[in-house]
């Protein structure tokens, strides 16, 4: 299945990123000593003597940034669970076109073997920040990264959104035309809704990236000039002018900013399943929910100029920006409240998934607290481009968002391998991932607040800087310990594919579609005709019916009302 | 050494939970257990678990402000104190709500842990609990959206003091040039295609076009004879390179000519360069006036980062962006107050801009008017540091004493 090459790939993918990330924290942790792995990993000609140089920090920074926005986030968590739940939930044989299908994760597979090419080049991979911004990506005199690396990545990111935009429009066409009897809107599950919502995002902003990149490329071999003016770079006035940097990060941050909801959604739609099913309790406001989640997806479209408060843009316009960016805080408060109220008064099972979605639901209010800072133009001229802006998107895309991954993964494991993954196993790597998450990101609030730049190979040079150099150390050792527990889950989920408990075909008691089918895959899911639904997939302990769950084909009681 | 035991202790403890993980499983195949089935010990241990993390968490996050709370010290511009007022409201309102909301995530997590002799409160909405949490948060947002385009529009005003200092930051790989008025209080006309060695901002003279035009015609000359001399020896794809430099140069040539020819060179902005004053690795302010940053960058895109002052701007290629601010603290009474006799100010590059980005920094000083003025007094001006072959350098010499204007 589809879902299962996605995501073997992302998880490929993610244990390349998270090992970058381990090597630029050494650096960073303790600048300048020298470590015998930096010198085995990277080689003489990127960490001479055990210490790596600052291109290599920069091009790590870069790829590892890339990797798991683009190529975790991105295609690993909507590629995986739109593909797996789409048609299980909404009781249809297969995904619209298989065909669609196919491409876009053979687009997403060829996509990710440039981008790790890429590490391997003589220049180095690009380095200019995963947002790549020009004049820097543009010319290869600039920095040694905006050279062939930088061609690499901007081909990768090409075929990327080809990828997406395959699978995207697959994913709509599919929940729209292909629900069966019974399924209205308003009875699908909220999974179901944040993959819709996540893909018409991906449809109207990824085509925006494709045309940043390619001006792009051509500015950067075909003599024009969409992004550069002015510059005299290598001791030569270059030859074309005219154009403006800026340009590049509208049309980047068009895709960019609804990318963070591209990202956020599905981890959402995700965590809303698992903590509905584990609490034995029906998601509180499943309507609110829907609102949310539209409106979100509405508002992420016309956020974008917050990233460039402070390129010279229109102080007039920053404040437009600013006002409609508070406004999406109105639709995530209503979210976590509703997952808030959604425990209480449940019967909470702490399945690993449970978890995992109750850490998004704390590291999803943390980050957006945060965000609200940000968003504030004439706080963001303090904070801008500092640890404080790490600090807030690694706590909702790096924790949250991955986290809701990690839940899907627990929760949906025995669907796509018909075995169980190991639960003792799963609460120890949730509490160290938990704990070293929140040990990673929240000192580093205060390593910005001190006025730390990001992307800073070394931060001793700057005594007004103490705090960081006092915090790095202990942030590195609590993101070394953090990745070496992801080891314990790549442990329990290999092992269990091969040598799991065989699963039985609902686990968890759940209401929706997909544990309808048999544990076996078999060819258009259903063995017979396809279900019927009849009720919304709420239906926890419902005082009307005995069991304390009620799955969506079980017709409504004569003295039942619909949801 | 120390580390090394570290990473030892880790993997170990790794190798452990694996072992012991498969100790379990057999185990759990001879009782029988299913993974599937959460035992309740499980679900009560997880949910101890959920509390005692949260009075850790929280035991953290209260240590954090008190420890790291100040971050920087005081704010040192005038402006800059209104952003910290805003910041303070802000930080307060989002720590409450921080604290509310996990104080009941987590307290819900460890009070409805499972059991099975209690059902879950069928609850699946309630238009009054969702319309207290969408209005609530509106007003709150209503406050904090009011309160910060307030100071950010008195940030960005555009109405100009009636004595700003005008400073041109300038901004190359790796390093910052400062450029003050002469005189004449004009920031000359500049332009990138009359940059040289000795000529760092591109500020344009008759004379300096001319030079300019000679120098290229220089570099031409030479490739000519060069690929007249060896042309036929040098491998093909050199030849189309020198070639090809050539075209450029010829065409940079062209650019000049367009330059000579512009608005400012009829209109006489030309000579309003010549007495400005190019300064690196210091950058000197007076205190108590507005200062008016003009920031310009010839190769990439850079950000003028001035924490202690609340204040930053990107450096943009082809497009000048501004910021003005007044400081208000000197740079020896904030080593006093930051009780610091090393302490200085200071001006990061916060845009990634290549391999050397974090060695881009420039000390700011922030001094007395006449000590400021003293200090300006005794800068070379442009057409000085040239080597004085220009007549201007007698204009400003003259006129060089610069009326001390003090309300």
């Known amino acids: 299945m589809i879902s299962r090459q996605f995501l073997i790939t992302a998880v490929f993918m993610g244990i390349i990123a998270v090992l970058l990330s381990v090597l630029f924290r050494i650096q960073l942790g303790w600048p300048g000593e020298s470590f015998e792995i930096l010198n085995a990993v990277l080689g003489d000609r990127w960490a001479p003597g055990g210490v790596m140089n600052q291109n290599a920090y920069l091009a790590l920074v870069t790829i590892h940034g890339t990797i798991m926005v683009f190529f975790v986030l991105t295609g690993g968590l909507s590629g995986t669970f739109s593909n797996l739940l789409i048609p299980l939930q909404i009781g249809a044989r297969d995904m619209a076109s298989g065909f669609l299908n196919m491409l876009s994760y053979w687009f997403f597979f060829v996509s990710s073997v440039i981008m790790i090419a890429s590490l391997f080049i003589e220049t180095g991979a690009a380095s200019g920040g995963w947002t790549v911004y020009p004049p820097l990506s543009a010319l290869p005199q600039a920095m040694p990264g905006s050279g062939m690396g930088m061609t690499m990545w901007l081909l990768s990111m090409v075929l990327f959104v080809v990828s997406s935009l395959l699978g995207g429009l697959n994913y709509i066409v599919t929940i729209v035309n292909l629900r069966t009897k019974g399924l209205k809107m308003t009875r699908l599950p909220l999974t179901i809704w ?37 510059i005299f770079i290598d001791g030569e006035a270059l030859d074309v002018t005219g154009g403006s940097p800026i340009l590049y990060q509208h049309l980047f941050w068009f895709l960019g900013h609804p990318e963070v909801y591209i990202v956020l959604l599905p981890a959402l739609g995700i965590s809303s399943e698992i903590i509905a099913t584990n609490s034995r309790k029906p998601i509180f406001g499943y309507k609110a929910m829907i609102g949310s989640i539209l409106a979100i997806g509405f508002l992420s479209f016309i956020v974008w100029g917050h990233h460039m408060f402070l390129t010279g843009m229109s102080p007039w316009l920053g404040g437009l920006f600013v006002i409609t960016t508070l406004l999406i805080a109105i639709p995530s408060a209503v979210k976590a409240f509703n997952y808030i109220t959604t425990l209480w008064k449940g019967n909470i099972r702490y399945t690993p998934a449970m978890l995992f979605s109750i850490g998004l639901v704390s590291t999803f209010v943390s980050g957006g607290l945060t965000g609200i800072i940000l968003a504030d133009s004439a706080l963001d001229i303090n904070v801008h481009d500092t640890y404080f802006v790490v600090a807030h998107f690694h706590i909702v895309m790096g924790m949250s968002a991955i986290f809701g991954m990690m839940a899907g993964v627990y929760h949906w494991f025995p669907k796509m391998f018909g075995k169980m993954m190991n639960t003792k196993l799963g609460y120890v790597h949730f509490w160290i991932t938990f704990i070293c998450g929140y040990g990673v990101f929240f000192p580093m609030h205060f390593v910005g607040l001190a006025g730390a730049p990001r992307r800073y190979y070394d931060y001793s040079n700057f005594e007004f800087l103490n705090v960081a150099l006092d915090l790095n150390p202990l942030i590195s050792v609590f993101a070394i310990v953090g990745a070496i527990a992801q080891v314990l889950f790549l442990y329990n989920f290999f092992y269990s594919i091969f040598r799991g408990q065989a699963a039985v075909q609902n686990p968890w008691k759940s209401n929706t579609l997909e544990w ?48 | 050494m120390f580390s090394l035991l570290v990473l030892i202790t880790i993997v170990l403890g790794v190798v452990a939970a694996v072992q012991l993980s498969k100790v379990y499983q ?120 009011i309160f910060g385009l307030r100071i950010w529009n008195d940030i960005t005003d555009v109405v100009a003091s009636e004595n700003p200092v005008q400073v041109e930051v300038y901004s190359k790989q790796f390093d910052w040039t400062i450029r003050y008025p002469g005189a004449d209080k004009e920031l000359g006309f500049s332009n990138y295609n009359l940059i040289s060695g000795t000529n760092p901002l591109g500020i344009a003279s008759d004379d300096l076009i001319i030079k300019k035009i000679a120098e290229l015609d220089e570099e031409i000359q030479s490739i000519e004879t060069k690929l007249k001399k060896e ?85 943009v290629p082809g497009i000048p962006t501004r910021f003005k601010m007044t400081p208000t603290i000197t740079t020896d009474s904030m080593r006093t107050i930051v009780d610091n006799p090393e302490f200085d100010y200071i001006l990061l590059c916060n845009k990634v801009c290549g391999a050397s980005h974090n060695n881009m920094a420039v000390k700011v000083i922030i001094e007395s008017e006449d000590e400021y003025q003293e200090w300006l007094d005794g800068q070379k001006t442009f057409s000085e540091s040239l080597g004085g072959e220009s007549e201007e350098i007698e204009e400003s010499e003259e006129i060089s004493l610069e009326p001390v204007a003090k309300k």
Not at chain 1, 202 to 219: E, K, Q, R, Y
Not at chain 2, 115 to 131: N, V, W
Not at chain 2, 254 to 282: C, H, T, Y
Not at chain 2, 289 to 315: G, K, L, T, W
């Open chain 1, 194 to 230: 944040a993959f819709l919502v996540t893909a018409i995002l991906g449809v109207l902003s990824f085509p925006v990236l494709v045309s940043a990149v390619v001006l792009l490329l051509m500015d950067r071999g075909m003599g024009t000039a969409f992004y550069l003016s002015n």
């Open chain 1, 516 to 563: 309808t089918t048999p544990v076996e895959h078999i060819h258009g899911n259903w063995p017979g005709d396809l279900p019927v639904v009849h009720r919304w997939p709420y239906d926890y302990s419902n005082p009307q019916h005995e069991t304390d769950f009620v799955p969506q084909t079980v017709p409504l009681g004569s003295d039942e009302k619909d949801h």
């Open chain 2, 26 to 145: 057999l185990a759990a195949k001879l009782r029988n257990h299913r993974e599937e089935d959460i035992s309740l010990a499980d679900n009560k241990m997880n949910a101890w678990f959920m509390l005692i993390w949260m009075i850790v968490f929280f035991a953290a996050v209260i240590y954090f402000y008190i420890a790291y709370g100040d971050f920087l010290p005081v704010s040192a511009s005038a402006h800059g104190n209104d952003i910290d007022m805003l910041f303070t409201v802000n930080i307060v309102v989002i720590t409450t709500v921080f604290f509310l909301v996990h104080i009941l995530l987590f307290y819900f997590s460890w009070k409805y842990y499972y059991r099975d002799d209690r059902k879950a409160f069928f609850f699946p909405h309630s238009t009054k609990l969702e319309m207290v949490w969408t209005v609530i948060p509106s007003l709150v947002l209503a406050f904090i959206i």
């Open chain 2, 231 to 315: 042309g036929n020896f040098l491998p093909s794809s050199q030849v189309e390179a020198l070639e090809d430099k050539i075209y450029r140069l010829q065409r940079h040539k062209l650019r000049i000519n367009d330059v000579s020819m512009s608005r400012e060179a009829s209109s006489g902005v030309f000579s309003a360069g010549q007495d400005d004053k190019l300064v690196k690795g210091e950058l000197h302010l007076p205190i108590g006036r507005e200062v008016e940053f003009i920031f310009n960058s010839r190769d990439v895109i850079h950000s003028a980062y001035m924490p202690h002052f609340r204040a930053q701007m990107n450096c």
